[in-house]
């Protein structure tokens, strides 16, 4: 059974500053992706990462997958309170099934 | 274009009935997946399926089931309910064609209590 454990659970913090979400596994995945999923809703894609190395930018938030294709990261940059919700992971192992992380929640104060 | 439709939004059903949920996926798309997702376990797979056709499936019991028609539209079906199966319930929507590196457009899910 593929793993996926993210750190922290739990992150609240104030307007402005910057985080980072990890997502860990022992198992290696054709491609890594990170949702966000808000409260009542499903998870909506951020971001697909598919080559080990690869770090791809969305504005504020920056994504890398490792080297080894086991793990990921999540980097917020001045975060707003708009990026507050639920931040998943999941690995795709090519058998058309996602293996989601244990998410973390984060709340940004104003 | 529309997005996943999951119908009902939410449900109450009794011990030991059973409940049906159903699930549109993006026009286009051919699999569509389902996933459980509970405030102790997570996200976890159910099963998906491509062209009518169940490719793939999670590690639940028999009494959770699914197909899928022609028009790609799926509905899951989980038998002599108990608490436990209590969730939010999400579908989610892919091309389909190899590996799903597009990502997963999820829909805002059934959430389904058992009384």
């Known amino acids: 059974t593929q793993l996926l454990e993210q750190s922290p659970q739990f992150l609240s913090i104030q307007e402005g500053e910057n985080l980072t979400v990890y997502c860990n596994s022992s198992?290696?995945?054709?491609?890594l992706q990170w949702y966000r999923q808000e409260p009542g809703e499903g998870p909506v894609l951020l971001v697909t990462?598919?080559?080990?190395?690869e770090v791809k930018k969305l504005k504020r938030l920056t994504f890398q997958f490792g080297d080894a294709r086991k793990d990921s990261s999540l980097h917020i940059t001045a975060a707003q309170p708009g990026d507050t919700g639920l931040y998943l992971c999941?690995?795709?192992?090519?058998?058309?099934?996602?293996?989601f992380g244990t998410g973390t929640r984060l709340t940004v104060i104003p | 274009k529309a997005g996943v439709t999951q119908t009902p939004r939410y449900l109450i059903k009794t011990r030991g009935q059973q409940v049906t949920l159903s699930c549109s996926p993006i026009?286009?798309?051919?699999?569509v997946s389902w996933y459980q997702q509970t405030p102790g376990q997570g996200l976890q797979f159910l099963f998906e399926?491509?062209?009518?056709?169940?490719?793939n499936k999670g590690n639940f019991p028999g009494r959770f089931s699914g197909r899928q028609f022609s028009n790609s539209r799926s509905e899951m079906n989980v038998s002599t309910l108990e608490l436990g199966d209590s969730a939010l319930y999400l579908c989610?929507?892919?091309?389909?064609?190899?590996?799903?590196?597009?990502?997963?457009?999820f829909g805002s899910g059934t959430r389904l209590t058992v009384v």
């Open positions: 989610a929507s892919s091309p389909g064609q190899g590996a799903p590196i597009y990502g997963y457009t």
């Open positions: 198992s290696v995945f054709s491609s």
């Open positions: 990462v598919v080559t080990g190395g």
């Open positions: 999941a690995g795709e192992t090519g058998a058309n099934n996602l293996f």
């Open positions: 026009s286009g798309h051919r699999s």
């Open positions: 399926y491509f062209s009518e056709t169940q490719r």
